[in-house]
């Protein structure tokens, strides 16, 4: 059942060694995150802070790194050159963000804080730092993102949009410059210019800032560290419920789920399934999710006999709307047909014949099913029928039993061979009798037998012989 989601942005979901500090599992959203989203705007401070906390700085800490982040804002305020055209403007941010704080590209670090700390950046991090320190000028800036890469654009007063491919010092309007060519191929990344519409689209700000959250799950997933997947999953999705961050939050959750699913955890991964299921309802994703983990964790309680609890747990989905009716009807029958099985070993046959009628008459199992367990009750009663009383036992029982099931074949064949050993039985004492010349003793026992099984043609020759014929 195991099932992995990719995300959008191919190479951007990293099978790379950027360490993250290990977190525990979290179900809810961090309050700062949902204060955020709940925001009349989404302001330069408050997109710094998501940033920030989609990086992992803890809430606590979130103000000092903003005042470190802000500092930058006014250095380059106080740099700026004054009169500048927007597209020149464009460009000096570029310059000033890679001379003053960028130090080297790392594929896999995403993280804005770590770029504060120590320069280090890949296309994420540098489009978010870019996209604020323009916006601290009054550049209007967006962001971009291709199927393995993201970068920003500048809008100019007369309508013409500036790429600026954020990794490189010369990614200014990129498409116009030698020296870019030159220097982005260090980073693997491909520059996909504006005609190529198909390959790229521009992404809102909150979109930009799930791709921290993006990068790094895929990082934690790398390392096989799921927990922390969750909760950031979560945070992207209460700040931008998107197709995209949608496709995060199933990813997160479905992983981990996977993980549970693989150690026999069951119940953990119901549980996950369970919190997805408040954030998005009875999806597929969900549903799906569900009857892997849930035919699972049946088979387990099949295993210890709890058919009441596997019932009930199957009642419990079916009424959260993931499990079909027609599902659920499958389920129940594997349910109480396993149950009938158990009944058939533990009970008299009486009752276990009538507990058969009673779910074959609810609609828990097929007349072939019903058949086939009947078959054995009464089977397992006539064997212990005959190895108590001897064959005449056996045979005569099996006349006592419906027309059904004594016709059929194993019951058909089970009253030959009990007939056949009873006469062989009565033959051989009727011999021993007559041979000690007990011949009254053997008649006796034939005048007894012959009612029984008037038309044995084995009886019917000790019975001449018992005459003088």
Request: charged fraction near 20%; charge should be neutral.
């Amino acid at each position: 059942m195991r099932s992995f989601f990719l995300g959008l942005l191919g190479l951007l979901v990293f099978v790379g060694a950027y360490l993250d500090a290990s977190e525990p599992l979290r179900f809810r959203p961090q309050p700062e995150i949902v204060a955020l989203a709940a925001a009349p705007s989404f302001s330069l401070d408050n997109q710094l802070d998501v940033a920030l906390l989609f990086s992992g700085v803890a809430p606590a800490d979130t103000l000092s790194w903003h005042n470190r982040f802000s500092s930058w804002m006014s250095d380059l305020a106080s740099r700026l050159p004054p009169g500048l055209s927007d597209e020149k403007k464009g460009e000096f941010v570029l310059e000033y963000l890679h001379k003053h704080h960028l130090a080297r590209y790392q594929t896999f670090q995403t993280r804005l804080d770590t770029m504060i700390l120590n320069g280090s950046f890949n296309c994420v991090s540098s489009a978010v730092a870019y996209l604020l320190l323009g916006r601290s000028v009054g550049l209007e800036v967006q962001a971009v993102a291709t199927s393995s890469h993201a970068f920003c654009l500048v809008k100019l007063p007369d309508g013409r949009e500036m790429d600026v491919e954020t990794t490189s010092v010369y990614g200014f309007n990129p498409g116009t410059k030698t020296e870019f060519k030159d220097s982005f191929g260090a980073t693997g990344l491909a520059y996909v210019p504006p005609g190529k519409y198909s390959d790229r689209k521009k992404i809102t700000d909150r979109g930009l800032l799930g791709l921290i959250v993006q990068n790094r799950m895929a990082a934690w997933q790398a390392q096989g560290n799921l927990n922390p997947c969750v909760g950031a999953a979560i945070d992207r999705w209460t700040l931008d419920p998107s197709p995209e961050s949608r496709e995060t939050l199933v990813e997160g959750f479905v992983n981990l789920a996977a993980e549970y699913n693989t150690h026999k955890m069951y119940l953990a991964g119901l549980s996950l399934a369970e919190t997805l299921l408040g954030y998005l309802g009875p999806v597929t994703e969900v549903k799906n999710l569900v009857n892997a983990l849930l035919n699972n964790h049946i088979n387990t309680l099949l295993d210890r006999s709890d058919y009441s609890g596997a019932l009930a747990l199957a009642a419990q989905w079916k009424n959260r709307e993931c499990l079909k009716e027609e599902q659920f009807a499958q389920v129940s029958m594997v349910i109480l047909s396993a149950r009938l099985v158990s009944d058939v070993k533990t009970l008299g046959y009486l009752e276990a014949a009538r507990n058969v009628e009673n779910v074959f008459s609810q609609g828990g199992i097929t007349a072939a099913r019903r058949q086939e367990l009947l078959g054995v009750v009464y089977s397992q009663e006539i064997q212990k029928r005959a190895t108590n009383g001897g064959a005449l036992a056996g045979w005569q029982f099996i006349d006592t039993l419906p027309d059904e099931i004594r016709r059929q074949s194993s019951v058909v064949k089970a009253r030959e061979i009990y007939v056949y050993n009873w006469t062989v039985d009565i033959h051989n004492q009727f011999a021993s009798l007559w041979n000690k010349g007990q011949k009254d003793s053997a008649r006796k026992l034939l005048s007894e037998a012959i009612p029984l099984q008037p038309e044995s043609s084995v009886l019917k020759k000790d019975l001449l012989l018992s005459q003088g014929k």
